[in-house]
């Protein structure tokens, strides 16, 4: 069972940036695909961002395209999101989630990481 651990949440004033880190206890076949999602008090999760482990070609949502990055390291196991010009709106929990087979709709995904918080506000 992958676990992957989510870090780099935390409080950022509109306008701010976080970068936020996402650790996977086991190395992924080419074949899988990394991504980040989100979810609000009252909302489903979101799809955000997503990466193919193998090619590394991206993939975003509009509500972040040009705001938010998704990268990886393979060595490290490891993907990222890097949020510039953070909006109040983008206030929710963060997750990291994989799957296997190189799909990004959040049903698709085999394992998820439990989270990380961030909150935009002055």
């Known amino acids: 069972q992958v676990q992957l651990v989510e870090s780099g949440g935390g409080l950022v004033p509109p306008g701010g940036s976080l970068r936020l880190s996402c650790v996977a206890s086991?190395?992924?076949?080419?074949?899988?695909?990394l991504a980040w999602f989100r979810q609000s008090a009252g909302n489903g999760r979101e799809f955000l961002a997503g990466?193919?482990?193998?090619?590394?070609?991206?993939v975003y949502a509009d509500s972040v395209k040009g705001r938010f990055t998704i990268s990886r390291d393979r060595a490290d196991r490891s993907v990222y999101l890097q949020m510039n010009n953070l909006k109040p709106e983008d206030s929710a929990v963060y997750y990291c989630?994989?799957?296997?087979?190189?799909?990004?709709?959040?049903?698709?995904?085999?394992?998820w990481g439990r989270g990380t918080l961030v909150t935009v506000s002055s």
């Open positions: 989630a994989a799957d296997r087979n190189g799909n990004f709709g959040v049903s698709d995904m085999d394992y």
């Open positions: 990466i193919r482990w193998g090619y590394g070609t991206t």
């Open positions: 086991e190395r992924f076949f080419s074949s899988a695909t």
